[in-house]
């Protein structure tokens, strides 16, 4: 243990600059796709245990140097070293995401503009790490989650030092005690909270705790080679292990993190002395080290706006080697131009705070009014088909009709059925909203609940079909133990299915169904896929406009065959409710409706119109199936509907005016049935004026009523017991 200024408490160390190299290539290559680099995302921990050990160094240096420690030069050498460069890569990001982006992209990019400024952008893509965030491909400013990670850390170590500096000993024990906390909080949640712990600083802490406690390791002499040289080649064994055997599926971080981060404290602890640490040395590796900050700010604003103007999915050979060299050339230039003046006092106090802090206002307030205004709608250049206003209105429309639900049954009865109607449970992931638009448009007397997660298929064992760092992944693995209780699905008269069949395959929904055939579930209705774009849809309108849009360039490829889903349920006797059926003809399919909606405002989940539409084809052959379930609820009523109109009308058009200008709808019954006491519902408010005799039931309805475009429930409710009484759909058309 140390006990005043340990050896390990030298000047610059070039061994460190070359670690550095290692941990910014290892990130560079990964962000360009290179194949061998799967796990290149664990340079950042690498980043994070250097910046451990070297800051603390520098504290505990100064604390036995002084007996204090300076706060005001600490934070002043740390704005130094970090903000001029990253204000520039602000700066740059934002000409160009200005120049390029359309509104909705903007809008984000406002978002995390203002939050990098201002160090906590890594707060943001934590709260923005949903089922429906947008990829990573456009989001420019998305590695700057790391530096609020590590200014955050910055802003707090100093005052923890100079506390356990306090009492001698103490501050062995409490960064011991701060680091195994991190660890175990890391390791505990990282399953149930991974982006938590993937963006947030005190799960990171570790990382940095790991560095900072090689300064209580008595440093061993350069006379001891062999074990210098062993400690040192196992480092590097275990950081190429992470950078080459880890990837996108790995969980991480947690314990899988602390093996390129051991990797990196033993190169620290053993290549300043050991032979083999020369290569760590080398002009090259320490020439790119001394670049590594720059270099990892520019190179992914890079690739982002480099894919986007260019519309590449993928990169090619040439484009990585463009992209690499490009990089490293800027960082260069940042390195020479923009860090070094302001590290090495060229640039005079007050000229080099004044700069900074008039760029961090200036970078807020461009932010602050992208995010506000919608993406600068009044870009000329870029004004696209919808703006970002328009786009989320558009994706939250999906959610009408489950809010409509939600709320005329009371929000904690919403997945409850309800006696006296045809009850439906809709079971799926985030598509199986779709599924219940277009349910509910051909049938809108029935009582429809839902089990949808994001990203949650039904399926028994979803941990083998999906990878640890799955969203929602223990979550589904609880919801599809319900969906696998008998007694709870025998509370709905029938089941809807519908999940995303890229990772929901044919064998998944086989096994599911096979179940439900085995539990005798009679009912079932499964909902089949349609198209699944490369990129957003709202975007490529955008970029190019309807006119401009081609669905063959960004169509990815189909996961499944509709025919062989038919088969598959239908083997079963369950029906099957085809997209491809709804949208398609002789092998042409529609990717807009007649008033240009387009089939989906992101990748695949259908829009309210189009899902809405899904089932209509389909509406005669579903009424028929679910028959059983309407006469045994017609035995029990006490009227029997034999026809009714009128049943549509154009939109401010009526179809059956009466002298007082409603609409008139007449409903024929048996003449044998008691018609005292009933009342007319449409869509759920009862009608101006009921009138009834024997036969016949005939109905006065506002039409402010059937002002709006789509699908209305006619009902007929006895006053005497409440319970309302199908009749139909009154329909509301465009002209």
């Known amino acids: 243990m140390m006990g005043s200024a340990p050896p390990t408490?030298?000047?610059?160390?070039?061994?460190?600059?070359?670690?550095?190299?290692?941990?910014?290539?290892?990130?560079?290559?990964?962000?360009?796709?290179?194949?061998?680099?799967?796990?290149?995302?664990?340079?950042?921990?690498?980043?994070?245990?250097?910046?451990?050990?070297?800051?603390?160094?520098?504290?505990?240096?100064?604390?036995?140097?002084?007996?204090?420690?300076?706060?005001?030069?600490?934070?002043?050498?740390?704005?130094?070293?970090?903000?001029?460069?990253?204000?520039?890569?602000?700066?740059?990001?934002?000409?160009?995401?200005?120049?390029?982006?359309?509104?909705?992209?903007?809008?984000?990019?406002?978002?995390?503009?203002?939050?990098?400024?201002?160090?906590?952008?890594?707060?943001?893509?934590?709260?923005?790490?949903?089922?429906?965030?947008?990829?990573?491909?456009?989001?420019?400013?998305?590695?700057?989650?790391?530096?609020?990670?590590?200014?955050?850390?910055?802003?707090?170590?100093?005052?923890?030092?100079?506390?356990?500096?306090?009492?001698?000993?103490?501050?062995?024990?409490?960064?011991?005690?701060?680091?195994?906390?991190?660890?175990?909080?890391?390791?505990?949640?990282?399953?149930?909270?991974?982006?938590?712990?993937?963006?947030?600083?005190?799960?990171?802490?570790?990382?940095?705790?790991?560095?900072?406690?090689?300064?209580?390791?008595?440093?061993?002499?350069?006379?001891?080679?062999?074990?210098?040289?062993?400690?040192?080649?196992?480092?590097?064994?275990?950081?190429?292990?992470?950078?080459?055997?880890?990837?996108?599926?790995?969980?991480?971080?947690?314990?899988?993190?602390?093996?390129?981060?051991?990797?990196?404290?033993?190169?620290?602890?053993?290549?300043?002395?050991?032979?083999?640490?020369?290569?760590?040395?080398?002009?090259?590796?320490?020439?790119?080290?001394?670049?590594?900050?720059?270099?990892?700010?520019?190179?992914?604003?890079?690739?982002v706006f480099y894919k986007y103007y260019l519309e590449k999915q993928q990169l090619l050979g040439i484009d990585v080697v463009v992209l690499a060299l490009a990089a490293l050339l800027l960082a260069v230039v940042m390195y020479r131009y923009i860090e070094q003046p302001f590290r090495n006092g060229q640039l005079k106090p007050y000229h080099r705070y004044t700069t900074l802090i008039l760029a961090s206002f200036v970078l807020c307030y461009i932010g602050a009014s992208i995010w506000g205004t919608s993406g600068w709608s009044w870009r000329a250049w870029s004004t696209g088909v919808y703006s970002a206003q328009e786009v989320k209105q558009a994706k939250a429309k999906r959610f009408a009709v489950r809010q409509k639900i939600c709320s005329e049954k009371g929000w904690t009865e919403c997945d409850n059925p309800v006696a006296g109607k045809i009850s439906a449970l809709v079971i799926g992931d985030s598509q199986s909203v779709d599924a219940l638009n277009a349910m509910h448009r051909v049938l809108p007397l029935h009582d429809f609940s839902m089990s949808e997660l994001g990203g949650c298929p039904p399926y028994a064992d979803v941990r083998s079909l999906f990878p640890k760092n799955h969203l929602n992944l223990n979550k589904c693995v609880s919801l599809n133990k319900i969906r696998h209780d008998v007694a709870y699905l025998e509370k709905y008269d029938y089941l809807v299915i519908n999940a995303l069949y890229r990772s929901y395959t044919l064998d998944h929904l086989a096994s599911y169904l096979s179940f439900l055939h085995q539990s005798g579930i009679e009912h079932v209705v499964v909902v089949g896929g349609y198209a699944t774009l490369k990129e957003e849809m709202s975007e490529l309108l955008n970029r190019y406009g309807r006119a401009g849009f081609d669905p063959n360039s960004y169509l990815?490829?189909?996961?499944?065959?509709?025919?062989?889903?038919?088969?598959?349920?239908?083997?079963?006797?369950?029906?099957?409710?085809?997209?491809?059926?709804?949208?398609?003809?002789?092998?042409?399919?529609?990717?807009?409706?007649?008033?240009?909606?387009?089939?989906?405002?992101?990748?695949?989940?259908?829009?309210?119109?189009?899902?809405?539409?899904?089932?209509?084809?389909?509406?005669?052959?579903?009424?028929?199936?679910?028959?059983?379930?309407?006469?045994?609820?017609?035995?029990?009523?006490?009227?029997?509907?034999?026809?009714?109109?009128?049943?549509?009308?154009?939109?401010?058009?009526?179809?059956?005016?009466?002298?007082?200008?409603?609409?008139?709808?007449?409903?024929?019954?048996?003449?044998?049935?008691?018609?005292?006491?009933?009342?007319?519902?449409?869509?759920?408010?009862?009608?101006?004026?009921?009138h009834s005799e024997p036969g016949l039931i005939t109905a006065a309805v506002s039409m402010e009523q059937v002002s709006t475009i789509g699908a209305i429930a006619v009902t007929i409710v006895r006053q005497d017991d409440g319970k309302p009484i199908g009749v139909g759909e009154f329909t509301v058309l465009s002209k």
């Open 556 to 690: 990815e490829e189909n996961a499944y065959e509709d025919q062989q889903y038919r088969k598959l349920v239908e083997s079963y006797g369950f029906f099957y409710l085809s997209a491809k059926n709804a949208f398609c003809s002789d092998g042409d399919c529609r990717y807009f409706s007649e008033n240009g909606t387009p089939f989906t405002f992101d990748k695949h989940h259908l829009s309210f119109e189009f899902g809405s539409e899904l089932a209509v084809n389909d509406a005669r052959g579903l009424q028929d199936y679910l028959a059983p379930l309407n006469s045994s609820r017609r035995k029990s009523a006490s009227i029997d509907i034999v026809e009714w109109g009128p049943k549509s009308t154009y939109l401010n058009t009526n179809p059956n005016a009466l002298p007082d200008g409603s609409m008139g709808i007449w409903i024929k019954v048996h003449s044998d049935q008691a018609l005292d006491d009933v009342i007319v519902n449409f869509d759920g408010k009862a009608a101006l004026i009921t």
């Open 9 to 303: 408490m030298s000047g610059y160390r070039a061994d460190i600059d070359g670690l550095r190299a290692v941990a910014v290539l290892s990130v560079l290559l990964y962000h360009l796709e290179v194949g061998a680099i799967s796990g290149g995302y664990v340079g950042v921990d690498i980043f994070f245990v250097i910046s451990g050990f070297l800051i603390s160094r520098l504290l505990l240096q100064e604390h036995v140097k002084c007996g204090t420690i300076d706060f005001g030069q600490f934070y002043l050498r740390r704005i130094n070293r970090i903000v001029p460069a990253l204000l520039f890569t602000l700066s740059i990001s934002s000409i160009a995401a200005i120049s390029l982006f359309t509104p909705n992209r903007l809008l984000e990019f406002g978002q995390s503009l203002l939050h990098a400024t201002l160090s906590v952008s890594n707060v943001l893509f934590f709260s923005q790490s949903g089922y429906f965030d947008s990829s990573a491909e456009l989001k420019p400013l998305l590695h700057t989650w790391s530096l609020g990670v590590e200014e955050q850390f910055y802003l707090i170590w100093p005052l923890v030092v100079s506390i356990l500096l306090v009492r001698k000993g103490l501050f062995a024990i409490g960064v011991f005690a701060i680091t195994v906390l991190s660890f175990c909080l890391a390791s505990i949640f990282v399953d149930t909270h991974a982006s938590a712990v993937f963006y947030l600083m005190p799960f990171r802490v570790f990382e940095f705790g790991i560095g900072a406690a090689l300064l209580f390791l008595r440093p061993a002499e350069a006379s001891k080679q062999i074990y210098l040289n062993c400690l040192l080649v196992a480092g590097v064994c275990l950081i190429v292990f992470s950078v080459t055997w880890f990837d996108n599926t790995s969980q991480f971080p947690g314990v899988n993190a602390l093996i390129p981060c051991l990797g990196a404290a033993l190169c620290i602890y053993s290549s300043e002395n050991a032979l083999f640490g020369s290569f760590l040395r080398s002009r090259v590796l320490v020439g790119i080290g001394a670049i590594s900050y720059s270099l990892y700010l520019i190179h992914w604003p890079l690739i």
